[in-house]
């Protein structure tokens, strides 16, 4: 982390979790995503990691409370979120080791996959009969690359997306995918000594610009096209990603 100017470090720690936030606020997701986008982009992966756990715990658990279905959904998802549960566990391993160039590496080429696939990709349906089997292979794949990136979207969200799913349902499922993974996460990287003290108090004062950024969102989304944001919004974290990679490889 930047302890040589503790000042810039922490507007640099608010402005990201103001503006992911808003984010959020406006598309119902994306807090984390651009969180380890940014601060991935300026700390190692590891620090900024620790830095999203609280605020990504708050604001996905009241996404995650807001919905009408919370019993039904983890009786459908169980098998998924135990194999994000056991992923993440083993991808901490990974990052816990402060291989920050080939994390920087895979975040970017995450950040890139999502973005591309999000605006370009047409949209799937997973047929009934597959689902048993495609959860926790998800799940699986979703909990490891969440614990080596800090990035819990891919492949996630296009599945959970693909299950034609209720919008509120979406939201809650989502929510319920993304606690899970924080949970996990912050598990992971405490059972090797990566998190400490000092990150999860700066992490608990993040809670603060994300909540006032997510307010703010939902005041914006009344304003513009959350489609057209989302849009911009996707287009951004593109080009963050192939910054990041960019700067892996040369």
């Not at 291989?99 to 990709?121: C, E, K, W």
């Not at 950024?213 to 989304?221: K, V």
């Amino acid at each position: 982390m930047m302890n040589d100017n503790p000042i810039l470090t922490l507007l640099i720690i608010t402005a990201t979790f103001l503006a992911a936030g808003i984010v959020k606020g406006v598309t119902g997701m994306g807090l984390p995503t651009l969180a380890m986008g940014v601060l991935g982009a300026l700390l190692s992966p590891l620090a900024a990691a620790g830095l999203l756990l609280v605020p990504s715990f708050v604001t996905n658990v009241w996404q995650l409370l807001a919905g009408p279905r919370f019993a039904g959904l983890v009786r459908r998802l169980w098998a998924m979120m135990l194999a994000i549960l056991l992923g993440t566990l083993i991808g901490t391993a990974f990052l816990a080791q402060g291989r920050g160039d080939v994390s920087t590496l895979a975040l970017g080429a995450l950040l890139i996959a999502y973005a591309a696939y999000t605006l370009l990709g047409r949209p799937l349906r997973v047929p009934s009969g597959m689902e048993p089997v495609l959860s926790p292979l998800v799940g699986l794949v979703t909990g490891l690359l969440a614990g080596a990136t800090g990035v819990f979207v891919i492949p996630a969200v296009p599945y959970l997306q693909a299950l034609g799913l209720e919008k509120d349902d979406l939201v809650q499922a989502l929510g319920l995918s993304f606690t899970v993974s924080t949970l996990a996460l912050a598990a992971g990287l405490g059972l090797h000594g990566a998190f400490p003290a000092s990150d999860l108090l700066l992490s608990g004062l993040a809670v603060l610009p994300a909540l006032a950024g997510m307010a703010l969102g939902q005041l914006i989304r009344r304003r513009i096209s959350p489609a057209r944001f989302r849009r911009w919004f996707l287009v951004c974290l593109l080009l963050l990603g192939a910054e990041m990679l960019s700067r892996s490889l040369w």
